[in-house]
C-alpha cells in the first residue's frame, strides 16, 4: 500500500520530490515529505515566491493515519506559512497550519476521486494562495474556519447581529451548556446555547445566573455569554476588520488580542472585569463555561448572507474561587450553529428565507394532517392555527406524526391533538395556537369563524378524513366568510391519495372538488379498480377491550408515501399562488409493487351556478364538463328541442345538486320545435349502470332539455317535474337551457307533502 501511494504521488504533475518516512510500527501511521510547485507569474519567479509569501516550491507534509485509505491523510504546511490566508484550519499557532482545500469532507473528496483527486485540490489551493485569491469577493467574505472545534454554541445569528451599533457595546445573556467527557479526549467537548433574553448583571444577582448538574461523563448547566461588538475609530470611521486570521486563540491574552484586531477589546474587557467583580465573593465549587462571542464587522458580506457580520465563538473555563481571569486562563474557539429559526429552516429546504409566514389552518391533527403540518413546518411554514377537539390515544402512536416520551408517563401523550402539535411546532421555532373545537361548531358561529378561520388567512387545510367536516366546509352559510379549503383525504386502504383546492370565491368549493375526483376516477381505469373494486376500506380495529376505531389500516409508511409529496405541493403554491383561474385536484396513485407513485394534476374550472325555483331552498352547481356536453347537444339540434340525463351528487347540508355529468338522451326520445320528449328506452339501463360504475358516489339527478327561446318552465315542465317529486323520494332537478341562460325546477317530494297540522 505505501509503496503504490508513493507511485501515485510520484506521478502527479505538480509534484517535484517525495520523501517518505519510517512507518511507525506501533500503529502503522506513516509520513510523506513532498515538495509542489507552484504556478507563479514570471515576475515573482525572480524572488521565489508571490508577494503573499507562497513560494514556487511548498514543502507539504502528508500524514497517512494508520487506516489510510479508508480515512485521509493530514495535510501540514511549513510553520512559517502566511496564516492570514483564507481557508486555514483553526489550530495551535505552534504547530504547522493546515489548509482547507475543500468544501466538505476531505474523506469524501479521498473516495470520490482518490488520491490524485487530494492533490489536485492542494495544488490549486497552493496556486490560489499565491495570488491571494483565496477569498473572492463576488462570491463573499470566508468566514474563519471553525468545523473541526472541540464543540459549539447555538445563537440566532440574525438576533447577535442586529445588536450591532455604530458604538462599541456588549451584552450579556443566559448560556445553557452540556458537556461531554469523551475517552482518551484533551478536553471535554461542549455544546451549548445562547438565550435571546439580555441580563442584567450584578452583584446581587450574578451568583444565581449559574448552575450544574453532574455525572461521570456528563454536565448539564447553566451560565452566562458575553456578546461584544466593535468600536468607532477616532476619525468615526467604522472599525472594519478586512484582514483574514485563521483561529489561533489558546488563551485569554490570545482572546483580548484577536478582540483588539476585531475592535472589540474595550467593550469585551468592560464586561469580563464586571462579571469578575460580582463573582468575586461566589463560594460556586464548579469550573464554568462562559460564552464569548465577537462580533466582526468585514468589508463584505460573508458567503451566503447579506450580513457583513462574522461571528467569532469562544468558551472561557473559569475555576474558583474568585473566578480569577488571568492571561493564562484557557480559552477555547468552538464552532457557531444557528438556532432553530425560520430562516435556517427555509434556508435548508432550499425555500425562500425572506418571505413573511403565510397564515394558514389546519383542520385535522391526525396521522395524516400531523405530518402534512411538520412537513410544512420544517420548511418555516407551519400551520397559524390548529384545530382538533380530539385526544390522542396509544393507538395513535401506530402512524401519528409525533412519538411518545418513552421516558415520561404515557398518559403525557394522551393529550390534546392540536395542543401536542403545537408543542412539537414550538420545538421548531414557531408558534401554532391550538383550538380545541368541533371545527364544524367554528364553521356555523359568525363570530368564532372570524376569530379562528379568518378569510384573510392564506387557505384552509382539511385533513380530517370527515365526510361531515367535509360537508360542513362546503355549505358555509352566505354570512360567514372563510378562506379557500384544500383537502386531503386518503382512499382505497391508502392506495390512492386526492388533494383538492378551491377556486377563488370558493369556486369550484370543496364538495365540487369531490364530485369531480370521483368522476376523473371513474373515467380511468386504473382508478376505477382502485377506488371502487377493493370494497370498503373503512373498517372498525380493536384499540382496547371492547373499545374500537373506524379507520383505514395502513401502515405509518404508506401514509408518509402520501404526505410528503402533498406537503410538497403545498408549499410550492405558498410561494407561488393557489389557482387563479379555477380549482386543483391531484390525484395519487400507489404501484402496484408499492413502492412507485404517480401522481396526475388536473385543473378544474368553475362551475356554473344556477339558481332554481326555489330562492331559499336548493341551488344547482354545474361542472364545466357537464355544460360542455349540454352546449354540445344543442348545437347539434339547433332548430329541436333536446335533452338527456344529468348525473352527480347531492348534499342535504348545502341543499346543492352538484350536475358533474351528462347521460345522452336515449334513442327514443322525441325532439320538436315546441317540445322535447325524454324517451325510456334503455335508460334505467344505463343510469344504473354509471352509478354502479362508481359505487353510487355518482348517481341520477334529474333531467335536462332545451328551450329555443328565452323562455322560462312551461306548464308542461311543472307538471313534468310535480310527477317526478310524486315518483321519488330523493329530490329531482329539471334543468332548462335557454339562450340567455338556465332555468331549473326542483322536484321534491318531501316538500310537496302538505303540512300535517293543516289536517288537524
Known sequence: MIARTLRIIREHPSVVSVQPDIPDGSTGAWVADIEMSVSLPNAWMADGQSPAGVRAIEPVRLRFPPTFPLRPPAIQLRPDFNRSLAHVQPGNPVLPPEPCIVDGSLAELLHEQGLPGILNQLSHWLDNAALDRLIDPAQGWEPVRRDDLPGFV????????????????????????????????????????????????????????????SSRDIRVGQSVAIVAWPSRLPSGELVIANRYQPET????????????????????????????????????????PLAIVLCVRRPYPLIGTDSVIELCPYIINVAPPRFALGDRTPVVPVGHRHAVTVPLLRRMS??????????????????????????????????????????????????????????????????????????????????????????????????????????KSWALLNTTASLTVREALGSIPKEIEIPRVIETSLFANGRLGFLSVEGPGHNPNTLDLVAEAYAVARADDRL?????????????????????????????????????????????????????????????????????????????????????????????????????????????????????????????????????DVLPAPADSARSPHEFVLGTQGARKAIGAYAESCNYSLFCLGTWHSHLSASGPSATDRVTADAVALARLAPSILLIHTPTGYRALVADAAEAVADPSEDI
Open 350 to 455: 432550499g425555500d425562500t428565507e425572506t418571505e413573511a409566514r403565510r397564515s394558514w389552518i389546519l383542520a385535522g391533527c391526525g396521522s395524516l394532517g400531523s405530518k402534512i403540518a411538520l412537513h410544512l413546518a420544517r420548511a418555516g411554514r407551519a400551520p397559524e392555527t390548529l384545530i382538533d377537539r380530539g385526544h390522542l390515544s396509544p393507538h395513535n402512536a401506530a402512524r401519528h406524526g409525533l412519538i411518545p416520551d418513552a421516558r415520561a408517563s404515557h398518559l403525557q401523550w394522551v393529550s390534546g391533538k392540536a395542543q401536542a402539535l403545537a408543542d412539537a411546532i414550538e420545538g421548531l421555532g414557531q408558534t401554532s395556537a391550538a383550538e380545541i373545537r368541533d371545527v364544524i361548531s367554528v364553521s356555523r358561529s359568525s363570530e368564532l369563524a372570524r376569530k379562528i378561520l379568518p378569510k
Open 249 to 288: 486563540v489558546t488563551d485569554l491574552a490570545g482572546l483580548k488580542a484577536r478582540a483588539s484586531a476585531y475592535g472589540c477589546a474595550g467593550s469585551l474587557t468592560e464586561k469580563l472585569n464586571w462579571l469578575k467583580t460580582c463573582l468575586s465573593s461566589s463560594t460556586y465549587k464548579w469550573t464554568v
Open 528 to 660: 376505477l379498480v382502485a377506488l371502487y373494486g377493493t370494497g370498503a376500506s373503512i373498517s372498525r380495529r380493536t384499540i382496547g377491550e371492547g373499545c374500537g376505531s373506524a379507520t383505514m389500516a395502513m401502515t405509518d409508511a404508506r401514509i408518509s408515501m402520501f404526505a410528503a409529496p402533498m406537503a410538497e405541493a403545498i408549499q410550492r403554491m405558498q410561494t407561488t399562488s393557489l389557482p387563479e383561474d379555477g380549482g386543483r385536484l391531484l390525484i395519487g396513485d400507489v404501484a402496484d409493487d408499492g413502492l412507485g407513485m404517480c401522481w396526475s394534476d388536473h385543473h378544474v374550472p368553475p362551475v356554473l351556478m344556477v339558481e332554481t325555483d326555489q330562492p331559499d331552498g336548493w341551488t344547482v352547481r354545474m361542472a364545466d364538463r357537464a355544460a360542455r356536453l349540454i352546449a354540445e347537444d344543442v348545437g347539434r339540434w339547433p332548430n329541436v328541442e333536446t335533452g338527456g340525463i344529468l348525473m352527480g351528487r347531492i348534499s342535504e347540508a348545502a341543499r346543492t345538486f352538484y350536475v358533474i
Open 154 to 213: 447555538v445563537a440566532d445569528a440574525t438576533y447577535l447581529r442586529g445588536l450591532v451599533s455604530r458604538d462599541a457595546g456588549a451584552a450579556v445573556f443566559g448560556f445553557e451548556y452540556l458537556l461531554l467527557s469523551e475517552e482518551g479526549g484533551d478536553a471535554p467537548y461542549i455544546h451549548g446555547e445562547i438565550g435571546k433574553t439580555q441580563l442584567r448583571l450584578n452583584r446581587g444577582n450574578a451568583a444565581n445566573m449559574f448552575g450544574d448538574r
